[in-house]
């Protein structure tokens, strides 16, 4: 099985170029949609999430803005945060490995994939990228959105540049729908050809 780390900074279109990984037929484990599933009604990290940040969840499981807002500029909140999260991830990515154990190949879409050194622990990394103008623009349409969260989001990720430097491969996503799937199906060819014994 090859394991392949997508990746991309906010806005980038990385949901985009997942979806169309799965619709090629290769299996995604999104972390991001994970970790609301684990922080929704019922999610088992409700309880322990409440415990270290009170106040920060309602009738809904973690109210994520309210959450966002204790541990948005504080580091060592940020900190315990995470170590509340990434071990409860890490037993649901093992779990969708053993799922999926006869897949020729799997996606790990990572927002924080370098950050958090995530890129060890996959075969290859896949970066979606854009130009910092679409970017922005994306981003700052978004709900709720404004440039000083963006800035703070920023100063937690990875300078794009840096990412696509430490890519294996690269997909541009500011062209339009069809370039972005033949790119996602060249990497595809591309590493079933790497998987064929010679």
Do not use: W, Y
């Not at 990385?14 to 922080?39: N, W």
């Not at 009738?59 to 541990?71: I, N």
């Not at 970017?135 to 100063?155: F, N, Y």
Request: aromatic letters at 4%.
């Amino acid at each position: 099985m090859i394991t392949i780390g997508l990746t991309g900074s906010i806005g980038m279109g990385k949901s985009t170029v997942a979806a169309m990984f799965a619709e090629a037929g290769i299996p995604v484990f999104d972390a991001d949609a994970t970790v609301h599933r684990l922080q929704a009604k019922g999610g088992r990290l409700v309880t322990a999430i409440e415990a270290a940040f009170p106040g920060s969840t309602g009738p809904d499981g973690v109210d994520r803005a309210r959450l966002s807002q204790m541990v948005l500029n504080d580091p060592g909140a940020f900190a315990r945060l995470e170590a509340i999260v990434h071990p409860a991830v890490a037993a649901e990515r093992a779990a969708f490995l053993a799922r999926h154990a006869d897949a020729q190949m799997v996606v790990f879409d990572v927002p924080l994939l370098f950050e958090t050194g995530g890129e060890a622990r996959v075969d290859t990394v896949v970066v979606v990228s854009a130009p910092p103008d679409v970017q922005r623009a994306r981003v700052l349409a978004r709900p709720g959105m404004s440039p000083e969260k963006l800035d703070s989001i920023h100063a937690r990720q990875m300078p794009n540049a840096d990412k696509v430097t430490r890519a294996d491969f690269v997909v541009p996503t500011d062209g339009t729908h069809e370039d972005t799937r033949r790119a996602v199906h060249s990497i595809i060819a591309c590493l079933a050809a790497r998987d064929v014994p010679l």
